[in-house]
């Protein structure tokens, strides 16, 4: 029986009339969701809306009270469709004020690249009462106000800031996975998944299914914040396969 | 002026621990987006759920009203984390049957696949009231009830179920879409991006910046369902960057 712990929970809201064309592919979820999981935070909830300050405003009240930690990519650049600051000021009914510290840095950066214009100050533009997160790749800060995490669009600029935030935020113990992999139809073997998966409490079995070299085949990931419960399980799932007559691949396919 | 029109809108669930955990990225999104346009159908929101039925239940009971089509992916195949038929009949509050198409198709798809096993039966489930979505893919079908309709997680065979819905759903106007790029900071050429979108009427100008070789460009989509006006304002938008003296690239960097 595994203690009972609590668990820490994030929701991302990516917004971005550019990923609901289909224009552009987005990478942060699998990015901010992998991060999350170093840090024993669950990524449980994900949005996508457009460059739409009502959408932008809902999505953040539903679930900024709902997580411990609430996130956004997209929208914090210097153009008309930069909206993000403006509509969680208004979720959160504070004003948007020029912070200096993001003005100085903005100001450093645009030095030797024209100047500070009007455009780029609208990058130093914060819900009032917000702290700044690094951005070691391009001038623009990210932004922090209480359990909301503003970052930009660009996965890479992204990347820079979750770096900058890694083991500052509070979370629990982190879910490990193990996988190993099987050329075996999923459909032949489900009900042995689930008896593996109701013998082993605290693990899940997800079971992944892929079709290469015109063969049918399958992942199987099993997931558990212990680690020795993890362990026994996929040892379990290996050996119940290979009883089975299905050879597996540590690590998987 | 532009005539009003009506707008078809629609929105999507992607279900599954496996993009939460950041284990997998999703296609899905990209694939429907894109899908969706030429259908003259909008995407205007996404969420992203755990294999957790109350999830699922609320975000389809959230958004099937709200839309004129709701699409799910993933969920829908033979092991114990399939649950999204059983969410979703949960959702709607009728129970969950075996559909004899379906299960007609999936006895002669594993004929010579080993026969159709207990497992197996379970991609015959569906909501009752359901119908069939063709699956050209894999034996499995989707499943239509009312605005839903609930596909599967592997790219390529929701493919094959999409391409069979072609033509298939009202819409309206497609949304057309034009693109130029350029070698400059998007923060230089803001203004001139929203006065050139505010004097072209029923157009959305985005800006996507970028960094390669070294180097600061971005790209400008401007969307519409006019194409007249569409590409005006690319017209426009092309000769006011040139006058800046920012040569432009007809479809992109």
Redesign the interface.
């Known amino acids: 029986m595994l203690t009972p712990e609590r668990i820490w929970t994030a929701a991302l809201i990516?917004i971005g009339?550019?990923?609901?064309?289909?224009?552009?592919?987005?990478?942060n979820?699998?990015?901010?969701?992998?991060w999350?999981?170093v840090q024993g935070i669950?990524?449980?909830?994900?949005?996508?809306?457009?460059?739409d300050s009502d959408?932008i405003v809902e999505a953040v009240n539903a679930l900024r009270a709902r997580h411990d930690y609430l996130f956004t990519t997209g929208g914090i650049?210097?153009?008309?469709?930069d909206i993000t600051v403006d509509a969680i000021a208004r979720a959160l009914d504070v004003g948007v004020e020029i912070d200096p510290q993001a003005r100085a840095m903005l100001s450093g950066y645009?030095e030797t690249?024209?100047g500070l214009?009007?455009?780029?100050l609208?990058?130093a533009r914060v819900p009032a009462g917000a702290s700044l997160i690094e951005n070691r790749m391009?001038g623009a800060p990210g932004i922090r106000h209480g359990n909301i995490f503003i970052m930009a669009g660009?996965p890479?600029i992204t990347a820079g800031m979750l770096d900058s935030l890694t083991g500052t935020l509070e979370g629990g113990h982190p879910?490990l996975?193990a996988q190993i992999g099987c050329w075996v139809?999923?459909?032949?073997?489900?009900?042995l998944?689930?008896a593996v998966?109701r013998a082993h409490e605290g693990c899940?079995?997800?079971?992944?299914?892929?079709?290469r070299e015109g063969k049918t085949g399958a992942n199987f990931?099993v997931?558990s914040t212990d680690a020795q419960a993890l362990q026994g399980c996929i040892a379990d799932l290996g050996a119940a396969l290979e009883r089975g007559g299905w050879p597996v691949f540590p690590g998987g396919i």
Chains 1, 2 share one sequence.
């Open positions: 990516v009339d550019e990923i609901l064309s289909g224009r552009t592919q987005d990478k979820v699998a990015q901010l969701a992998s999350l999981n669950r990524l449980v909830e994900v949005r996508v809306v457009g460059d959408a650049g210097p153009t008309h469709d645009y690249r024209g214009t009007e455009a780029r609208r990058m391009s660009v890479h879910v996975s139809a999923e459909s032949e073997i489900a009900d998944l689930a998966e899940q079995i997800g079971s992944y299914p892929f079709f990931v997931r």
